[in-house]
Each structure stands twice: as structure tokens, then as C-alpha cells.
């Protein structure tokens, strides 16, 4: 991991939006299953993912998810069971209601906000199974109040032995019950177009790999996404306080994710900086993803040295990154001052990992350097909202001509007419 002056340093960001095969390849899957519905998603399922859906059926039955209770343990039930009452409670105090403001002159002006009625949450399958990401998916969208949830995971796992238990457990804890055995472009297609046997949904969230996120980048407008995610992000602003050995493990904790991930140490203290190179090489060799996560350091990873905390601050708000980890004494005095990030964790018992499955905050957050203007997945999310205007009589009567001179400053003289006609017609009236 190199050690730099901040101000030499500077973050590589490619938005990732495939070769022009995989766009290709994309477009063909999308487009067969619009035009050919079940008929596509089974032929597709055998020559993508070698399953035979006409035997197996696209939706999973009631026995399957009991089945899958009997090959997980109870510390999962345990640890899945918590983490969803504490991420249900974070998000429940997101809600808000619908508002109306009577005015003076009897108009009425308000919002109303109501759920999206149908969400499709799509759940990696594969080599990696995350019924975390389930949780972060569809609770807030429970809380939003969103009556139908509609899940799709790839239909066989490593072991080729059908969907993984921890998913399907994880989905009949929280109580999706409409899950459907297709992965990859394919099913995005189905849950943003419909098919004989999949309705259609209003928004599609969920991590996936690039086909998915293509798939996602190319029905929207059909339907809402909730964003093409890039590769995960974390900066540690340190001061010589920090335990080395906490800042390199937190860091890999993002570098296992993939070799596109970055990991930032930003410090003032260049002890520190040596301490945690040393710290990481003794801790990779301990991964599993040993490969993965060394390539990460090695090409993105860095340790940016800075003349004060402030300095560090100002650094983090230019990355903007994913997550950022503030081991510093008084982390408090500087949560104010951080102005781009996707979560923030503070002090050194608040390690990113307690974010990202139990704390409750979601860890659907954004990447790329867009925390400067997104947030984290949450319940307005599934929320939509409409405006309600009421006019009364002397309302209209009184501010009428206002409203006729703002449309004929822009031309648009029927805007004005249908404004000055009720004018006229209630000023005879009045008369």
C-alpha cells in the first residue's frame, strides 16, 4: 500500500458499464424474455445456469423453504433474527405521513404519500450467498408499507442442490413468500416486463453481478432501480490513537470485497501509517480471500498522510466514499464537518462490519464518489408522493392574475385561457 502526501493523490473512478458484448448479451436476454416470457426464462435457466426449470417450476414451493430450515443452525437463526428487529426499528423512524395546510382563503395544498404497490428484490446467488443484503432490501420497503414483495434468486447454488438455505431462511423470517428460481439478466427482465407467470413490478433493487447491473441500466424507465453499484469504498481517517491492527483489519474488511475496491487510510500520523502497512501484510495472510484482497491494496488501495484531522476532513469530503471510519480521539467533534459520505462509524468499537450486518442503518449505500448527492437505501425509497392542490373560489378569484401573467411571459396562452375564461365567468357571476 503506497503512503503519500494527500495532495499527490488522486482516485481512480471508472463507472463500470461493461464491454460492448456484455451490452449485447444483455439486450438479447432482456428482449427474449419481453417477447417470449416463461418459455425464455426456462431456456435461459438451462444455458446459463444448467438448471431445468421446466421440472423444478420458476416459483419455490412451501416445502423447499422448510427444507432449508433443517441445513441452517440455530446461531444463524439467532443473529438473523436480531439483526432484522434492529434494522426494522432504524428504518421505522424514517416514516412519515401524508400533510395538508388549509390556508386562509379556503385552498387547500398537500402531499400525499403512499407506497410503491410491487417491489422485485433480486438476491445473488452462486459461490456467495448475502441474506444481509435481503434484509437491507426489503425491510425498509415493508416499513414503507409496500404490500407486495417479490423476490428472485439464481436457481442452483455451488453445489448444484437448489437455492441457497440461508436466503430462503432468511426470506421466511422476514416474510417474502413470492420467490422465483431465475438469476442474472433474465430475471430483471421478468420482474420489469412480466411473464405468464411473474406480474410485473414498479422497482427493482438488489446487488448482482455485471449482467445484472446491466439488465438493471437498461429496463430503467420501465421501471424504478435503485442504483448500479460500484465497487466498495472505505476511508479511515486516523490520528496516532488509532490501533493499528483495527485500521488494517477494517481496511481489508473492504478489499476482500474485490480487486476494484478501495481502501484509504488518511492519517497524520506517519508511525501510524508504517504500523498498518506492517498490520496488513501479516493479517492477509490470514484471508481466505487472500488473492482478491492483496490485489486491492496493491492497485487501489493508500495511506495519504495530512497535517491535521481538518486536512484529513476535508480530504474525505473530495473522495466521498461508501463508508468512513473516524478512529480518532473525540469523533464526535468532527461528525459535523463530514459532508460526503455514505455511513459513518465512529470510534473504534463501530468497525464497518457492525454496519453492514446488525446495527440497523442500511448498507445499501452509494459508491463512486456519489455520496456528494445520494444517500443510503431507505424507506422513501419505496415511497411515492403526490402533490394535492385545492382551489377555492376567492382563491382563484384573488391570485387569477398572477397566474395569467407567469403564462403569457412563457407563451403559452392557453395556460392563461384556461386561468382568465373562469376569471371572467365568476367576476359576471359576481356581478
Same mark, same amino acid.
Given at each position: 500500500?503506497?503512503?503519500?502526501?494527500?495532495?499527490?493523490?488522486?482516485?481512480?473512478?471508472?463507472?463500470?458499464?461493461?464491454?460492448?458484448?456484455?451490452?449485447?448479451?444483455?439486450?438479447?436476454?432482456?428482449?427474449?424474455?419481453?417477447?417470449?416470457?416463461?418459455?425464455?426464462?426456462?431456456?435461459?435457466?438451462?444455458?446459463?445456469?444448467?438448471?431445468?426449470?421446466?421440472?423444478?417450476?420458476?416459483?419455490?414451493?412451501?416445502?423447499?423453504?422448510?427444507?432449508?430450515?433443517?441445513?441452517?443452525?440455530?446461531?444463524?437463526?439467532?443473529?438473523?433474527?436480531?439483526?432484522?428487529?434492529?434494522?426494522?426499528?432504524?428504518?421505522?423512524?424514517?416514516?412519515?405521513?401524508?400533510?395538508?395546510?388549509?390556508?386562509?382563503?379556503?385552498?387547500?395544498?398537500?402531499?400525499?404519500?403512499? *407506497?410503491?404497490?410491487?417491489?422485485?428484490?433480486?438476491? *445473488?446467488?452462486?459461490?456467495?450467498?448475502?441474506?444481509?443484503?435481503?434484509?437491507?432490501?426489503?425491510?425498509?420497503?415493508?416499513?414503507?408499507?409496500?404490500?407486495?414483495?417479490?423476490?428472485?434468486?439464481?436457481?442452483?447454488?455451488?453445489?448444484?442442490?437448489?437455492?441457497? *438455505?440461508?436466503?430462503?431462511?432468511?426470506?421466511?423470517?422476514?416474510?417474502?413468500?413470492?420467490?422465483?428460481?431465475?438469476?442474472?439478466?433474465?430475471?430483471?427482465?421478468?420482474?420489469?416486463?412480466?411473464?405468464?407467470?411473474?406480474?410485473?413490478?414498479?422497482?427493482?433493487?438488489?446487488?448482482?453481478?455485471?449482467?445484472?447491473?446491466?439488465?438493471?441500466?437498461?429496463?430503467?424507465?420501465?421501471?424504478?432501480?435503485?442504483?448500479?453499484?460500484?465497487?466498495?469504498?472505505?476511508?479511515?481517517?486516523?490520528?496516532?490513537?488509532?490501533?493499528?491492527?483495527?485500521?488494517?483489519?477494517?481496511?481489508?474488511?473492504?478489499?476482500?470485497?474485490?480487486?476494484?475496491?478501495?481502501?484509504?487510510?488518511?492519517?497524520?500520523?506517519?508511525? +501510524?501509517?508504517?504500523?498498518?502497512?506492517?498490520?496488513?501484510?501479516?493479517?492477509?495472510? +490470514?484471508?481466505?480471500?487472500?488473492?482478491?484482497?492483496?490485489?486491492?491494496?496493491?492497485?487501489?488501495?493508500?495511506?495519504?498522510?495530512?497535517?491535521?484531522?481538518?486536512?484529513?476532513?476535508?480530504?474525505?469530503?473530495? +473522495?466521498?466514499?461508501?463508508?468512513?471510519?473516524?478512529?480518532?480521539?473525540?469523533?464526535?467533534?468532527?461528525?459535523?464537518?463530514?459532508?460526503?459520505?455514505?455511513?459513518?462509524?465512529?470510534?473504534?468499537?463501530?468497525?464497518? *462490519?457492525?454496519?453492514?450486518?446488525?446495527?440497523?442503518?442500511?448498507?445499501?449505500?452509494?459508491?463512486?464518489?456519489?455520496?456528494?448527492?445520494?444517500?443510503?437505501?431507505?424507506?422513501?425509497?419505496?415511497?411515492?408522493?403526490?402533490?394535492?392542490?385545492?382551489?377555492?373560489?376567492?382563491?382563484?378569484?384573488?391570485?387569477?392574475?398572477?397566474?395569467?401573467?407567469?403564462?403569457?411571459?412563457?407563451? +403559452?396562452?392557453?395556460?392563461?385561457?384556461?386561468?382568465?375564461?373562469?376569471?371572467?365567468?365568476?367576476?359576471?357571476?359576481?356581478?
Amino acid at each position: 500500500m503506497r503512503m503519500m502526501p494527500a495532495d499527490q493523490f488522486t482516485l481512480a473512478r471508472e463507472v463500470e458499464y461493461g464491454t460492448a458484448e456484455q451490452n449485447d448479451t444483455v439486450k438479447s436476454i432482456v428482449d427474449q424474455v419481453r417477447k417470449e416470457g416463461d418459455r425464455a426464462l426456462i431456456r435461459l435457466s438451462a444455458e446459463l445456469d444448467g438448471a431445468d426449470l421446466s421440472m423444478l417450476g420458476l416459483r419455490v414451493k412451501e416445502e423447499e423453504i422448510e427444507r432449508a430450515y433443517s441445513r441452517v443452525d440455530g446461531r444463524f437463526l439467532a443473529a438473523i433474527r436480531q439483526a432484522a428487529d434492529n434494522i426494522r426499528r432504524f428504518h421505522e423512524k424514517q416514516l412519515r405521513n401524508s400533510w395538508f395546510d388549509v390556508q386562509p382563503d379556503g385552498s387547500l395544498l398537500g402531499m400525499m404519500i403512499r *407506497p410503491l404497490q410491487r417491489v422485485g428484490m433480486y438476491v *445473488p446467488g452462486g459461490k456467495a450467498a448475502y441474506p444481509s443484503s435481503l434484509l437491507m432490501n426489503v425491510i425498509p420497503a415493508q416499513v414503507a408499507g409496500v404490500p407486495e414483495i417479490v423476490m428472485a434468486t439464481p436457481p442452483a447454488t455451488a453445489g448444484g442442490d437448489g437455492i441457497n *438455505p440461508y436466503v430462503l431462511v432468511t426470506a421466511a423470517e422476514i416474510g417474502v413468500k413470492e420467490i422465483y428460481r431465475i438469476g442474472g439478466a433474465q430475471a430483471i427482465a421478468a420482474l420489469a416486463f412480466g411473464t405468464e407467470t411473474i406480474r410485473p413490478v414498479d422497482k427493482i433493487t438488489g446487488p448482482g453481478n455485471i449482467y445484472v447491473a446491466l439488465a438493471k441500466r437498461y429496463v430503467y424507465g420501465v421501471v424504478d432501480i435503485d442504483s448500479i453499484a460500484g465497487p466498495s469504498e472505505i476511508a479511515v481517517l486516523a490520528d496516532e490513537s488509532a490501533d493499528p491492527a483495527y485500521v488494517a483489519a477494517d481496511l481489508l474488511s473492504q478489499a476482500e470485497h474485490d480487486e476494484m475496491a478501495s481502501a484509504i487510510l488518511v492519517t497524520t500520523s506517519e508511525s +501510524l501509517g508504517r504500523k498498518v502497512q506492517q498490520e496488513l501484510q501479516n493479517q492477509l495472510k +490470514l484471508l481466505p480471500r487472500q488473492a482478491i484482497a492483496a490485489k486491492s491494496i496493491e492497485e487501489r488501495g493508500a495511506i495519504l498522510l495530512v497535517e491535521s484531522i481538518k486536512e484529513g476532513v476535508e480530504v474525505i469530503n473530495r +473522495l466521498a466514499p461508501e463508508h468512513v471510519e473516524l478512529l480518532v480521539e473525540e469523533p464526535l467533534a468532527y461528525l459535523g464537518s463530514l459532508c460526503n459520505a455514505g455511513a459513518v462509524f465512529l470510534g473504534p468499537y463501530s468497525s464497518e *462490519p457492525v454496519g453492514d450486518y446488525f446495527a440497523g442503518p442500511n448498507h445499501i449505500l452509494p459508491t463512486l464518489g456519489t455520496a456528494r448527492f445520494s444517500s443510503p437505501l431507505n424507506v422513501d425509497d419505496f415511497l411515492k408522493k403526490s402533490s394535492v392542490i385545492y382551489y377555492s373560489r376567492e382563491a382563484l378569484l384573488a391570485n387569477g392574475h398572477h397566474i395569467v401573467t407567469l403564462a403569457q411571459t412563457e407563451g +403559452l396562452d392557453g395556460h392563461a385561457r384556461a386561468i382568465q375564461v373562469r376569471l371572467e365567468r365568476e367576476g359576471r357571476r359576481h356581478d
